[in-house]
T-cell receptor, first 113, second 112 residues
């Protein structure tokens, strides 16, 4: 089955700096890669996703890059704000249209004001 | 549109009992997936239902089962509860033909 590794497990940045979280996956058939943000005591929220036919996707301060050859993808947050503090999860789905996500272990991001 | 809802939000059971959790997807969504979240194992996929049929299954014992009704609402059942089943159980709904999943608030299950 798919195995997703995520690094780092914790990340502290100063407000206004950039944050980068990296994930690798094992199944070359995986073709959908979402990122979720989970604040304490709340549900995971989809913040951005990318499909295997695209190398990069951006939404305001958030961007995701995908390298299919190396089987890794990354989340980039620019101009971080205190409200970006949360746990971020990457995930991979090995089937088009199916909804069986394999998650990374999460990154706790702390943005220091 | 209303979001994904789950009931109950909190549940306390004792070992050996069984429990049923409910999930109502976003209107129009036909796929419901269930996940278990624990501090030690993270988020793990349990199973997915699409149009009342189990479409995918994770690596959990047969004590974990589910079903989906014609209105796309889904239930998850855990029989013979063990202490290790204490977790946050999340469901996520999707149209089913594309991958975007939206999570409910979860049911926090505590097994004593």
């Amino acid at each position: 089955g798919e195995n997703v590794e995520q690094h780092p497990s914790t990340l502290s940045v100063q407000e206004g700096d950039s944050a980068v979280i990296k994930c690798t996956y094992s199944d070359s058939a995986s073709n959908y890669f979402p990122w979720y943000k989970q604040e304490l005591g709340k549900r995971p929220q989809l913040i951005i996703d990318i499909r295997s036919n695209v190398g990069e996707k951006k939404d305001q301060r958030i961007a995701v890059t995908l390298n299919k050859t190396a089987k890794h993808f990354s989340l980039h947050i620019t101009e971080t704000q205190p409200e970006d503090s949360a746990v971020y999860f990457c995930a991979a789905s090995p089937q088009t249209g199916a909804n069986n996500l394999f998650f990374g272990t999460g990154t706790r991001l702390t943005v220091i004001p | 549109k209303a979001g994904v809802t789950q009931t109950p939000r909190y549940l306390i059971k004792t070992r050996g009992q069984q429990v049923t959790l409910s999930c109502s997807p976003i209107s129009g969504h036909r796929s419901v997936s269930w996940y278990q979240q624990t501090p030690g194992q993270g988020l793990q996929f349990l199973f997915e239902y699409f149009s009342e049929t189990q479409r995918n299954k994770g690596n959990f014992p047969g004590r974990f089962s589910g079903r989906q009704f014609s209105n796309s609402r889904s239930e998850m059942n855990v029989s013979t509860l063990e202490l290790g089943d204490s977790a946050l159980y999340l469901c996520a709904s999707s149209l089913g033909t594309v991958n975007e999943q939206f999570f409910g608030p979860g049911t926090r299950l505590t097994v004593l």
